[in-house]
């Protein structure tokens, strides 16, 4: 079983922000900038393009509604999308509110957040849903 669908189980915490019957979204815990959310299916599939299409396309959907309340929930010019999925195997989707495209980059050092900060996060994405 992956370390993401032990999360799904509830097996290991996670800052949650949403989930339906087939997806899951949560708080990167290494986030890039602050509200760093990954969209996974709760099938557990390694590579995102192995998805059927209708699975892919229910992910990014659910996805375009994360993101929507990113972008209220967290300053920012717009929210990025970016799919790498070089550590862990299970497909999902980095969901990144950006200022800049800098903000895209991935070797950039990972902030820091406490996990009062990790909860107010959560709380307001979710609260924008
Ligand atoms: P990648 O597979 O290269 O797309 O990167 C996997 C991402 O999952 C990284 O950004 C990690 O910080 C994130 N990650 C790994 N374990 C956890 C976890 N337990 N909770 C939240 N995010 C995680």
Redesign the pocket.
Known sequence: MT?FSK?IKGD?P?YKIAETENCFA?????PMVRGHV?VIPKREVDYLFDLPDSELADLQLFAKRIAIAQKKAIPCQRVGQAV?????PHA?I?LIPMQSEKDMLFSNPKLKLTEQEFLEIAESVRKNL
Request: contains cysteine; glycine residues 6%.
């Open positions: 370390i999360i290991i996670c949560f708080l990167d815990i290494n990954l790498l999925g070089m550590e862990v999902h980095h």
